[in-house]
């Protein structure tokens, strides 16, 4: 396994999933393309709730991993 996916699995198994990301590290959790992202929060086609600060858009971890559940098919 690769570092950056042993920082992204110890970011999400993380207690603290309550921490925010910038659009790059929320599009690696989910895993989707950053473009895919920018994609749905301007069409609205995926709500994945998200901050806008100034310019700064943030994610939180939480959030990330719950709409990735909901996506689960069984």
Not at 45 to 69: C, H, M, N, Q
């Amino acid at each position: 396994m690769s570092e950056k996916n042993l920082t992204l699995s110890k970011i999400i198994e993380s207690s603290e999933n309550t921490e925010e990301v910038d659009p790059v590290v929320a599009a690696q959790i989910i895993g989707v393309k950053i473009n895919t992202l920018a994609s749905w929060r301007c069409t609205k086609k995926e709500t994945i709730p998200f901050y806008k600060i100034g310019s700064k858009v943030r994610y939180k971890i939480s959030d990330l991993i719950a709409w990735k559940e909901s996506k689960r098919v069984s």
